[in-house]
Structure formats: C-alpha cells, structure tokens
C-alpha cells in the first residue's frame, strides 16, 4: 500500500472571492510511513518541472492518523480538488488531481485512479469514505 504516489497540483484559495485557483505547476504528492514510528505519514508535495528559477517550493507535512481528513472539495465543478486538513490546528491545504479525467462530459468525476488514491488514503489515515 505505502508509498503512495500520485500527480497533483497545488490551490490556492481566495477568502475574498471564495474562489480556487489551480497552480499551473505539475507536482507529484508521495505518502510514506515517517520515522517518527506507527500512525505517522510523511506527505511531500514537490514539483515535477525541472525548470531553474521557477518557483516549485516543495511542502512537507507529518500526517498522524486520525488527526488529518482527505476530502474532495465537492463544489469544484472544473476539475478533481482534495482538501487536506489537520484536525487540531484547522489548517487546510488543497490539490488538484492532474491525471486526464476520463470523462470529457464532468470534469469532477473521479478517475478509477483517483478511487484507489483516495482508498489506500483513507486506509491509512483510519478515516471512512
């Protein structure tokens, strides 16, 4: 099951207009066991674009089971968006799923690929589809 890879780009979310925005910039998350020992994740976002002097600042972030929830952001129409959010301090993080949608028709349905992403996420993270 671990690691976990997949392509995702980083959003940006607006308070004022309540709007997302995707980053053009092709990244790839990994999820793996963290050193820290059982029920600790490692989650790295880092650019795919090899590109010098463009901003591909990778995020790292420490998962702890039952403290993180992976949810699709259901009122995207335009795409797959998944918000990551951690329980104890509220801080949210969303990504967009960059594998071709299959369904030229909604953009917003979930690729077989995606359902397997967001299982094995869920599996680890003890959380319920």
């Not at 790295?44 to 952001?73: C, H, M, P, Y």
């Not at 799923?97 to 077989?112: A, N, R, V, Y």
Request: net charge negative; aromatic share 10%; hydrophobic share 30%.
């Amino acid at each position: 099951m671990l690691p976990i890879k997949f392509k995702a780009g980083r959003v940006t979310y607006d308070e004022e207009t309540n709007s997302c925005t995707p980053s053009p910039i092709k990244g790839e998350i990994t999820i793996k066991e963290s050193e820290e020992g059982p029920g600790f994740y490692s989650f790295a976002w880092q650019s795919r674009d090899k590109t010098a002097g463009s901003n591909n600042t990778a995020e790292d972030f420490l998962l702890i089971a039952g403290d993180v929830t992976w949810k699709k952001v259901k009122s995207c129409k335009t795409g797959r968006v998944y918000m990551l959010t951690f329980l104890s301090s509220g801080a949210k993080h969303l990504f967009w799923m960059q594998d071709i949608s299959e369904d030229e028709d909604d953009l917003s349905k979930d690729t077989d690929k995606d359902i397997k992403i967001n299982e094995s996420i869920h599996q680890i993270l003890d959380e319920e589809l």
